[in-house]
């Protein structure tokens, strides 16, 4: 079996710009929160392709003397999440390989979903895999390609995969940005001050270097960029947009804005629909920091009932490994998320989470705020249930391990020690994202309707 490990990752794409690796390597810095296990870059001089990359955090991969060796005009990056699985360096992108029309590099976010029948077959026409990614499947594809120019053979390359796919390819003189027909994961396009273009997953990392945002990359859309000539587009395949909602629910960062709508808005908007559909009486509204804020902020506007930060977070806080024994694991929760025993001692206190997935995270703080003296906690979801598991590019655990697929609300409630529990409804949702129905957007982790 293999293993998923292109989920919940960044990349960007930079085109004509001098400090290409530069530029590439700032707006990873803002698509962090997107993947923290690596990160990496692969540059283009014109002659020949450099690649960095290693485990860690933007900061801690790259320096001075790094971004130096990465000369050129054009750049792409990557960071990357991983579940509990493979976490080599060979997971880590930019994937980069010699081929016989000469050198590219490809970074991917999505979840190809016949990966293993595409790898399978290579396999067995004598093809030899160096990862477990998704991605290198692409490098044998076009590496094994009929036709004459890249071009046309990331066109054939990318009607042999389905599923979720924002990628962009690097080739010594060109750059190239590819969205699934779905349009499953963001990708938006950018013009860069001093001249010069920019792709990424979110638009947050424009504004971090300045450039403007033009439009998205549509789904079923591959673009070409050139020297000296404006973007070219190509309509690979008949776009059929089923965006993830999960984007607007957890996912992206509030200050991007994705599928054409701010994410911060949406996600208050949400909080304003949960106050409709699950008022309760209660002194304060308090977000599980950082999903939950935007959302908190739209429950405390619309019902009136004051917002408080209740819960501080350590940012600094990465990755522990304590974690054998109970009272370590708990001691690990609070390393990262405190209370605030002033604000909430003997008050009656409405907080609000983006999601609960396993129902673990909920139940350490609900318990951290009784400890903390809160007289009664009522949960509140500004998502449905999540019931089913994401095939498409975000890291859900398994239906076994989802806990609204095997409880109801009310065991949900007691297993997570609240006082009540109410989660936002699927219409809400999308009435919180401008939708009239579903036909947009990909709802598969609520509803288990998968077009794929
Ligand atoms: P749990 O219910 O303990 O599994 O975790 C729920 C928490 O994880 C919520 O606070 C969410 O903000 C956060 N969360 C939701 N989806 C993801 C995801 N795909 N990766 C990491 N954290 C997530």
Not at 117 to 124: D, G
Not at 246 to 255: G, K, L, Q, T, W
Not at 282 to 299: E, F, R
Not at 402 to 416: D, F, G, H, T, V
């Amino acid at each position: 079996m293999l293993e998923n490990i292109n989920e919940k990752c960044a990349v960007v794409g930079i085109f004509g710009h001098k400090e290409a690796s530069r530029l590439a390597y700032f707006s990873l810095h803002s698509l962090q929160h997107r993947g923290q296990e690596a990160a990496g870059i692969s540059s283009s001089n014109g002659k020949k392709l450099q690649t960095i990359k290693k485990r860690g955090l933007v900061m801690r991969v790259f320096d001075e003397d790094k971004l130096n060796t990465l000369s050129g005009s054009s750049a792409i990056g990557h960071t990357r999440y991983s579940t509990a699985g493979d976490d080599s360096i060979l997971d880590a992108q930019p994937v980069f390989a010699r081929y016989d029309l000469g050198e590219m590099a490809i970074v991917h976010n999505g979840n190809l979903t016949n990966a293993e029948e595409v790898r399978n077959k290579l396999i067995a026409n004598g093809a030899i895999f160096q990862t477990f990614m998704d991605t290198e499947n692409l490098i044998h594809l076009i590496a094994k390609s009929e036709q004459k120019k890249l071009v046309d053979r990331i066109i054939d390359a990318v009607q042999r995969i389905e599923g979720a796919f924002s990628l962009v390819f690097l080739s010594r003189t060109k750059m190239f940005a590819m969205r699934d027909r779905h349009g499953f994961r963001p990708l938006s396009l950018g013009k860069l001050p001093n001249g010069g273009y920019i792709v990424a997953s979110e638009t947050c990392a424009f504004d971090l270097v300045g450039a403007i945002f033009i439009r998205d990359v549509k789904p079923g859309e591959l673009l070409v960029f050139r020297e000296g000539k404006e973007p070219k587009s190509i309509k690979v395949f008949e776009p059929t947009p089923k965006h993830c909602i999960f984007e607007y629910v957890y996912f992206a960062r509030p200050d991007s804005s994705v599928f054409g709508q701010s994410v911060y808005q949406t996600r208050k908007n949400m909080g304003k629909e949960l106050a409709h559909i699950a008022p309760i009486e209660a002194d304060l509204v308090i977000p599980v920091p950082d999903g939950g804020v935007p959302s908190a902020i739209g429950y405390s506007q619309e019902s009136g009932i004051p917002y408080e930060m209740g819960i501080m977070r350590n940012h600094y806080i990465g990755r522990t490994f304590i974690e054998p024994t109970q009272e370590m694991r708990d001691l690990k929760v609070k390393m990262k998320l405190s209370p605030m025993v002033d604000i909430i001692k003997g008050k009656k206190v409405i907080v609000i989470d983006d999601s609960i997935v396993r129902g673990t995270t909920s139940r350490r703080i609900i318990r951290m705020l009784k400890e903390a003296g809160a007289k009664e906690v009522h949960m509140r979801v500004s998502s449905p249930p999540t019931t089913d598991p994401c095939f498409y590019g975000v890291d859900t655990p398994d239906k076994e391990n989802l806990i609204a697929a095997n409880m109801s609300n009310e065991e949900i409630c007691k297993y997570i020690e609240a006082d009540s529990l109410a989660y936002l409804d699927e219409a809400a949702l999308l009435k919180s994202v401008n939708a009239n129905n579903e036909d947009k957007y990909c709802t598969a982790c609520f509803t288990g309707n998968y077009i794929i």
